[in-house]
């Protein structure tokens, strides 16, 4: 029996809407597959890039935002470069930077 779970497009539009309601800013970078696509979070603090991370499916069971990309991301032109490859190989990859102080603990509350 397959666990039933939110599309990526609702749960991307969620996160949005969640970051803004507690004074952050989020916004849609690349618009992956509304059902199944993959999810990359930039996450950020006043517009200072601290690290990239990706919803992932554990095996044990249930969803985990496991970093990836550079260790430097917010050196110029390195997550962007990360981001195109990453697109390059799924397209239908959601990217989303996510702007606030506890933008990674928002993001676990709400995707995990």
Do not use: K
Request: proline share 6%; glycine share 12%.
């Amino acid at each position: 029996m397959t666990e039933p779970r939110p599309a990526s497009g609702l749960l991307v539009s969620a996160l949005i809407r969640r970051i803004e309601a507690e004074g952050g800013s989020a916004m849609v970078i690349n618009r992956g597959d509304a059902i199944a696509g993959a999810m990359l979070l930039l996450l950020a603090d006043r517009g200072v890039l601290n690290g990239i991370v990706e919803r992932v499916w554990r095996f044990e069971g249930g969803h985990g935002l496991e970093r990836v990309g550079p260790a430097e991301p917010n050196e110029p032109g390195v997550a962007g470069d990360y981001v195109a490859r990453r697109r390059r190989s799924d397209p239908d990859l959601w990217v989303v930077e996510v702007d606030h102080p506890e933008a990674g603990r928002i993001a676990a509350e709400l995707l995990l």
